[in-house]
C-alpha cells in the first residue's frame, strides 16, 4: 500500500499516546504526525513529526489544524480528547481531510454528564440519577459531587457537607459501591456495533493503574449500548464508565465520546479498536473480527532520555536520538 498520513491529537496525554503505540505496532507504512498544546510531550518520540496547537475552544485552533493537514497531506485525524473531538466535530466541513468523530450533536452532549442522565433518562436508558446541587433532595446515604464537565476525577467531592458552594456547573449522584467496569465499544462504519470489551479497573489520580477483563456482565451491558446507538449519531470508538453493585445492579455514570485511555491495554486483549478506526477510515477496509482473550494488566512508569540534547524545540520527532528506560 501506498504511504499514507495520519494526525494523532493531544499526544502530551495517556489516550494519545496509546493510540500512537497501537498505529506503530499495526507495522504499516503510515506516518504519524501528532499534535498537542505543548511543543514537547511525552509522546514526541512515538511520532515522524510534531506540532503545537492551540486549545481546541481557541478561534485559531481549527485553522492551525488545516495548516497541519495541507503542510503533511494528512490521510485522517483522529482525536484523542474529549473537546477536540466536540470542536472538530462541530467544524468537520472546514476541515480538508477525514476525520472520525461521532455527531457533532452527540460529542455536545456527553461533555456534559448531566444532560447526558436527562437525555437517557427520557429514552429509558440507565444512567446514575444525578442532580443539580440546588435540586438535591437528599434522599441518599452517601453522595458525590462532581463537575458537569470534566474528565480524571478532578473536582470530584464525597458526601459533602454544604452544597451550596456549589454551582449548576457541578452535580449531585448517589455515591454507588461496587466495582468500577470500563467499557470500550466499536460502531463500525454501517452504523451496527462491532462489538464491546470491558474490564475492571482501579484508578490512581483518575487514570487506570491496573486492569482485569471481566466479561460477566456484557449483556447486559450490550442491552445499554444498543440503546444508545439506536438513538443515533455514534460511529467508531466510544467508552461507558460504570459501577456494578453486589447485587450485579449498573449504574453507568460517564460516557467518554472517542477512543478511551485503555486503548493500548485492550488492543493487547484482542479487542483493537484503533486497528478498526485504521482498517475502516484509512484503508477502506472491514475491520477485524474481535478476538478478545483475558487478562491483567498494569502500568508502570517508564523515562524517555534525549542523551546530549539541550534544547526542547528540537525534540519533535522519533529521529532525534533518544532511549526509553
Not at 90 to 111: G, Y
Not at 165 to 179: A, S, T
Not at 265 to 273: A, L, M, P, T
Request: glycine content about 6%; some cysteine; aromatic content about 10%.
Amino acid at each position: 500500500m501506498d504511504t499514507k498520513t495520519v494526525l494523532v491529537t493531544g499526544i502530551g496525554g495517556n489516550v494519545g499516546q496509546g493510540i500512537l503505540r497501537n498505529i506503530d505496532s499495526l507495522n504499516l507504512p503510515i506516518n504519524i504526525i501528532g499534535c498537542d498544546i505543548a511543543s514537547f510531550t511525552p509522546g514526541n518520540h512515538l511520532c515522524h513529526k510534531t506540532y503545537k496547537v492551540p486549545y481546541s475552544y481557541d478561534e485559531n485552533y481549527i485553522s492551525e489544524i488545516n495548516k497541519i493537514i495541507e503542510a503533511e497531506k494528512i490521510d485522517l485525524i483522529i482525536p484523542s480528547t474529549d473537546y477536540e473531538v466536540y470542536y472538530l466535530a462541530l467544524n468537520k466541513s472546514e476541515l480538508k481531510t477525514k476525520i472520525i468523530t461521532c455527531d457533532k450533536e452527540v460529542t455536545k452532549l456527553f461533555l456534559d454528564k448531566y444532560l447526558t442522565y436527562n437525555y437517557f433518562s427520557e429514552n429509558n436508558i440507565p444512567f446514575s440519577k444525578s442532580w443539580l446541587p440546588k435540586d438535591y433532595d437528599f434522599s441518599c446515604e452517601s453522595i458525590i459531587a462532581k463537575p458537569r464537565e470534566g474528565r480524571g476525577s478532578r473536582g470530584i467531592v464525597k458526601n459533602p457537607k454544604d452544597l451550596s458552594v456549589f454551582g449548576d456547573d457541578y452535580m449531585i449522584q448517589p455515591l454507588h459501591e461496587g466495582i468500577e467496569i470500563t467499557t470500550a465499544v466499536y460502531v463500525n462504519k454501517h452504523g451496527k456495533l462491532h462489538g464491546i470489551f470491558s474490564m475492571e479497573r482501579k484508578l490512581e489520580n483518575g487514570t487506570t493503574s491496573q486492569t482485569i477483563v471481566n466479561d460477566t456482565y456484557d449483556e447486559k451491558f450490550k442491552e445499554i449500548i444498543q440503546k444508545i446507538i439506536d438513538l443515533g449519531g455514534i460511529r467508531g470508538s466510544i467508552n461507558l464508565q460504570s459501577i456494578v453493585d453486589e447485587e450485579g445492579n449498573i449504574y453507568p455514570f460517564e460516557v467518554n465520546c472517542r477512543i478511551s485511555g485503555t486503548n493500548s491495554i485492550r488492543h493487547q486483549f484482542g479487542f483493537q479498536d484503533v486497528k478498526y478506526t485504521i482498517q475502516e477510515y484509512l484503508l477502506d477496509q472491514e475491520a477485524d473480527q474481535i478476538k478478545p482473550i483475558k487478562g491483567i494488566a498494569t502500568r508502570i512508569l517508564l523515562d524517555v532520555i534525549y542523551p546530549e540534547a539541550t534544547n526542547f524545540d528540537d525534540l519533535n520527532n522519533k529521529s532525534a536520538k533518544h532511549s526509553i528506560y
